[in-house]
């Protein structure tokens, strides 16, 4: 029986810018960082209290098929929209858009990591 989702993977260009940005700008807490073998790293990030890590790939681990940095179908719930986009756009972050009341009537947008790859953030009650 499956128990929960380990972990979502995202493709980046340098772990280590990869790591600074979601561990420093979003917070985050690095829970591994391991050899994989010809200079790969096996490294997975999570935001504090949640389970699910998000694996951050080495770019050359990806298969080809479409574009590796897009959209990540990953959504992040924060308490306080309008504070998380202003700090983050403070820090440099890159948004789609300003925050905005979706047609569901939750405040939401988009924002990119280092390398394009786009999370969605709605703020939860």
């Given at each position: 029986?499956?128990?929960?989702?380990?972990?979502?993977a995202?493709?980046?260009?340098n772990?280590?810018?990869?790591?600074?940005?979601?561990?420093?700008?979003?917070?985050?807490?690095?829970?591994?960082?391991m050899?994989?073998?010809?200079?790969?790293?096996?490294?997975?990030?999570?935001?504090?209290?949640?389970?699910?890590?998000?694996?951050?790939?080495?770019?050359?681990?990806?298969?080809?098929?479409?574009?590796?940095?897009?959209s990540?179908?990953?959504?992040?719930?924060?308490?306080?929209?309008?504070?998380?986009y202003?700090?983050?756009?403070?820090?440099?972050?890159?948004?789609?858009?300003?925050?905005?009341v979706?047609?569901?009537?939750?405040?939401?947008?988009?924002?990119?990591?280092?390398?394009?790859?786009?999370?969605?953030?709605?703020?939860?009650?």
């Amino acid at each position: 029986m499956i128990t929960r989702i380990h972990s979502s993977a995202v493709y980046v260009s340098n772990q280590d810018a990869a790591i600074a940005f979601y561990v420093n700008t979003l917070g985050f807490k690095l829970v591994s960082d391991m050899p994989m073998g010809e200079g790969t790293r096996w490294v997975t990030v999570v935001p504090p209290g949640a389970a699910t890590e998000l694996a951050l790939l080495p770019i050359v681990w990806y298969d080809g098929q479409g574009d590796p940095h897009k959209s990540t179908g990953i959504t992040f719930a924060v308490e306080n929209i309008d504070g998380m986009y202003e700090t983050l756009l403070g820090q440099g972050v890159k948004f789609k858009d300003p925050v905005s009341v979706m047609p569901w009537g939750d405040k939401a947008t988009w924002f990119y990591d280092p390398d394009g790859n786009a999370f969605f953030i709605v703020e939860t009650p």
